[in-house]
């Protein structure tokens, strides 16, 4: 007869109990902030079809100092989320061989994060171009 | 020895959502700063950056469509893929039902934002 | 010995399945000496303060993979953490985290056993080799390609680790895919659509992966297991749509 009885733990608030699970959660809700400014611009281009004057009400709605602010906050997540994207990175990849020796996972953070500064300075000056 | 096992369809979904990542992690800070702040400031970009015309026919060339339309589609597909996946770490174990939801609003989105775009003309 | 003790309060997760419906927190003072790891603080437990303390330990030197238990909420190897780094404040020490606990400190394994078995860990040649070929001759380069991922203990701690594997047991987890990398990229072995099967499965695949990488931050032989799942979440794709484009492309 069998006196075994294994006793198994909940998963409850599993990722309350430890910092890196927390900042893992914090990572992930980035995505939402992503989400909702590009539903912002989905709105943005329906009122582009509809209009000279339903896309003046989209650009006049974006100066409101609600929405600036909402903005800048928006901007922190994304911000947040390029920078775990690129953390996380190297996890996914199989070993970059540089000069013979196997890169470090924080060179190649450095240099995803450098790719992205200049992806985004390129867009800046593509637009600035564009607006010319 | 081995039980039956079913071959995945996650790499579909896995893929919109590695690729909405990474576009989003390049593009979206910059376009939240011009499009948020920059232009409704008057900050750095000249004014009439994003006026009517400019933005049409930003929209109405070829190049100018497909960016917009990667980065609104393929950022719904990474968000939704996170949220279906964060649903099941918070415990809410909501099967199929919360799947369609999910991916369906990304759905949505991608449908919506490619019938405007293709509504603008070229 | 007029020597002054240091003791440290440890406080234990019980649990006497023939006793207890629930585990229960049980604290001991111990006295100790700066270089007693927190294996040697639960032995002394057991040889001076409560016989029936039920542990899993071997080499004492991390080699071994028995003593992984949860110390502080953080899944480490008992043996090569040490009392001095807790001290003065309590330290908690609990079985490894989503496994069924047994006993107090030991946990339910088989699982973890099986899954082992379920991966084909041997070499799998590419074509059938007689004795008269010799042996396989291996460059540096292919020694390194897979090198890393032959130091796993099984030590467990990255299952402990891992939240993904705590909600879903199912999921192949972090140390087997280790193993599952460690035949793959080895050039003798050609056994990698084989093992595709249960790597890109609904049911075990690397998919129920969501890239927390805990499981790396805790293994004690730097095997770095999430690499080990997050790369083939691309060779599983890879898979999927070779598979897609021509029926007979992929693995089965």
Redesign the interface.
Known sequence: MS???????S??G??K??P??VE??VH??T??F??A??????V???R??QG?TA??GW?AA??SPV??I???V??AG??Y??YS??K?L?????PVVVGGKKMAPEALTGSALI??AV???A??AV??R??? | MRRNLTRSNAPIFWGLFGAG??L??????????????A???GL???A???S?P???A??QNFIGKGF?FA??SL??W??????Y??LH?F?IHAGVGAKVLCYGFALL?TV??AV??L??GF | MSENHKIIEIEVLR?N??SDD??HLEVFKVPFSDDMSVLQGAQYIKDNLDGSLTFRWSCRMAICGSCGMMID??PKLSCETFLRDYYPKRIRIEAM??F???KDLVV?LSGFIAKLESIDPYIIPKEPRTLEQGEYLQSPEEFNRYIQFTSCINCALCYAAC?QF??NHEFIGPGMMALVQRYNLDSRDGGSAQRMQLVASEEQGVYHC?????C??VCPKHVDP??AV??N??NAAKDYFLHFLSPKGGSK
């Open positions: 006196t075994r009885k294994p006793y198994v733990r998963m409850d599993w990722w109990k430890n890196y699970f893992y959660m992930e809700a995505a939402l992503v989400a400014y590009v539903l912002v611009l989905l943005g281009v329906i582009l079809g000279e896309w003046n650009l974006m100066q929405s600036v909402a903005h800048l928006l901007l994304a911000v989320h390029t994207w690129f996380i190297p996890m996914t990849m199989p790719v992205a992806a985004g300075l867009l800046l637009v600035w564009i607006a010319l | 990542g990474m989003s992690a390049l593009f979206v800070p910059m376009m939240i700063f011009i499009t948020g702040i232009v409704p400031l750095l970009l000249p009439g950056t994003m009517y400019k933005m049409l930003f929209a917009i980065i609104i950022s719904l990474f968000a939704v893929h996170r949220a996946h964060s770490e415990g989105g919506i934002c405007s775009l509504g603008l | 649990y399945p023939e629930e585990p909420g953080i985290a989503h069924p606990i047994e339910d939240p705590g909600l969501s890239a927390v990488g805990y790396s931050e999430a690499n997050n790369v979440k691309a």
